[in-house]
T-cell receptor, first 113, second 115 residues
Framework: DQQVKQNSPSLSVQEGRISILNCDYTNSMFDYFLWYKKYPAEGPTFLISISSIKDKNEDGRFTVFLNKSAKHLSLHIVPSQPGDSAVYFCAATARFGNEKLTFGTGTRLTIIP | GAGVSQSPSNKVTEKGKDVELRCDPISGHTALYWYRQSLGQGLEFLIYFQGNSAPDKSGLPSDRFSAERTGGSVSTLTIQRTQQEDSAVYLC?????????????FGSGTRLTVV
């Protein structure tokens, strides 16, 4: 049972344009969400997160939006840069209890110069 | 060290052999996690250590998998009688609780290939 879903395995975006990566979840206990970026042969690196008490969190070129009623979150990157080309993983956790991260399958983002 | 260190970075082993994967977390991080990423898959949770509490082993796929964390620091993931489906990148992460949320730092992983 895939509790965190990233339905787009890949996405190509022109440099300078906006990249939008989507993520859906099914577990209503999740109340904290994170985005990780992964380059080949490296571990995932934390990018941005959002708590369920918010619907938007912004950090520089990166903004994460959370729609709790739809159980949907998205990552916006603007403007997109060639260095943003990587695999992006969405992750979710319940703050109390296990606290392990549940990851999606990832979206490979390619920025076209 | 400055980051989470994993060794070896690559391991090729014959089917049926045992392997040990090592993780050195960031000093002071109380929680340590093992995940694996199989080809074309997301990160699959394996096991979680938190301080002196009993580990959460709910993600271990079979009894051939075990892990320990000695002295609250270094962790070893052991896979006995390896099978080809064990081939994956095994990632370790340690956690620092930051205000308002959680921060996980991942190592670069061990790429395990069972031939």
């Amino acid at each position: 049972d895939q509790q965190v879903k990233q339905n787009s395995p890949s996405l190509s975006v022109q440099e300078g344009r906006i990249s939008i990566l989507n993520c859906d979840y099914t577990n209503s206990m999740f109340d904290y969400f994170l985005w990780y970026k992964k380059y080949p042969a490296e571990g995932p690196t934390f990018l941005i997160s959002i708590s369920s008490i918010k619907d938007k969190n912004e950090d520089g070129r990166f903004t994460v939006f959370l729609n709790k009623s739809a159980k949907h979150l998205s990552l916006h990157i603007v403007p997109s840069q060639p260095g943003d080309s990587a695999v992006y993983f969405c992750a979710a956790t319940a703050r109390f209890g296990n606290e392990k991260l549940t990851f999606g399958t990832g979206t490979r983002l390619t920025i076209i110069p | 060290g400055a980051g989470v260190s994993q060794s070896p970075s690559n391991k090729v082993t014959e089917k049926g052999k045992d392997v040990e994967l090592r993780c050195d977390p960031i000093s002071g991080h109380t929680a340590l996690y093992w995940y694996r990423q199989s080809l074309g898959q997301g990160l699959e949770f394996l096991i979680y250590f938190q301080g002196n509490s009993a580990p959460d082993k709910s993600g271990l796929p079979s009894d051939r998998f075990s892990a320990e964390r000695t002295g609250g620091s270094v962790s070893t993931l052991t896979i006995q009688r390896t099978q080809q489906e064990d081939s994956a990148v095994y990632l370790c992460a340690s956690r620092l609780q930051i205000q308002g949320g959680y921060g996980y730092t991942f190592g670069s992983g061990t790429r395990l290939t069972v031939v």
